[in-house]
């Protein structure tokens, strides 16, 4: 898989433009922004690693998760999400335009793998539920293994819970803390949590949803993979107001453990980090020559080389995708 086939270069540079944009407009209420502690470990002392377009990101002194800090409050983020040009523009042309790739490279096999999870930890097949369902591509492909008895989306997006009815998915037009849901036997969330004002609230209300010993599994950037570690603050990554928090698998586990589930495993079947970086090269805005042995595999020996890494990041979790595997105690 490569990146322009899942964000087709010149769609991708219009929609940073619009979130630039977006972001500017929301900086406008600066005043309005709130100070929190850690995400992850609810740590109180912190420290601001870089800025980048208006943007505080700050360091967990404990933990070491990154964060926006001070960030819009929940009120300013739901009329970010509900009113952005550049998540309209990502709705209405990038995603559309690549789903079908992202159907075959992305949403089958992840499909695939949360069945083969399911197995592995022998958890009930009575109820699925995919929170933040967006398009509901994940819910089409997970209902095509006839593995779960019931398949539900949670999508609060009226746009977006409509186009899931429409492919004939049962969904709640609610968020998940404000969902009442009999047990479910598996909770699913895909990059989503770096998005929230308040992670733990959403864990929690995952958690409680779940039946005993009931899996949840959720997807989010790993912010010690390699492309973030290489690239800093010019990973496009790392840009708010769309991504707030920036978990690694030890902070995630805090998080997750501090709401009552069990991690179980975690990955990074990442296969982007290399690109991106070798791009970033390219186009001039990193400098290879401080690495003489990145710039052989990622330049002078890609074709070679390229995929060869990537799958070293991915099989060591050192990929900046990261799954998490978690159980209700």
């Keep these: 898989m490569k990146e322009k086939d899942i964000r087709p270069d010149k769609l991708q540079r219009e929609n940073q433009r619009l979130r630039q944009q977006d972001a500017r407009r929301l900086l406008a209420q600066r005043r309005k922004f709130i100070k929190v502690f850690c995400p992850a470990c609810g740590g109180k002392s ?5 800025k980048k377009e208006g943007f505080n990101f700050v360091q967990c002194c404990c933990c070491e998760t990154i964060f926006i800090n001070p960030r819009p409050s929940f009120s300013l983020l739901a009329d970010f999400y509900g009113n952005s040009s550049c998540i ?9 335009i690549s789903e079908n790739v992202r159907r075959r490279q992305i949403f089958a096999p992840r499909a695939t793998r949360v069945v083969a999870l399911c197995k592995k930890y022998s958890v009930d097949n009575s109820l699925l539920v995919d929170v933040g369902a967006g398009f509901g591509t994940f819910c089409e492909e997970i209902k095509k293994k006839k593995f779960f008895k019931k398949v539900l989306a949670i999508e609060p997006s009226v746009d977006l819970a409509a186009t899931c009815r429409r492919k004939g998915i049962e969904t709640i037009e609610k968020t998940i803390e404000k969902t009442v849901l009999k047990r479910a036997s598996v909770i699913t969330s895909f990059e989503l949590i770096e998005h929230l004002f ?42 708010g107001p769309n991504h707030l928090n920036y978990f690694h698998p030890q902070s995630l586990k805090i998080l997750l453990e501090s709401c009552g589930l069990e ?57 900046s995708h990261m799954w998490a595997v978690a159980r209700k105690k």
């Design 198 to 239: 308040n992670p733990k609230e959403f864990i929690s209300a995952c958690a409680k949803s779940l039946a005993k010993k009931g899996l949840f599994i959720i997807t989010t950037p790993n912010v010690k993979g390699f492309d973030f570690s290489v690239l800093g603050k010019k990973a496009d990554n790392f840009g």
């Design 88 to 96: 309209k523009y990502w709705n209405n042309k990038i995603f559309p």
């Design 263 to 319: 991690m179980m495993e975690v990955a990074t079947p990442g296969k982007l980090d290399a690109e991106l970086v070798r791009k970033k090269i390219l186009s001039g805005e990193s400098d290879a020559k401080e690495s003489p042995f990145l710039k052989q595999i990622l330049i002078d020996r890609w074709e070679k080389l390229g995929g060869k890494f990537q799958n070293f990041l991915a099989e060591n979790n050192l990929s």
């Design 46 to 50: 912190s420290q601001t690693i870089f």
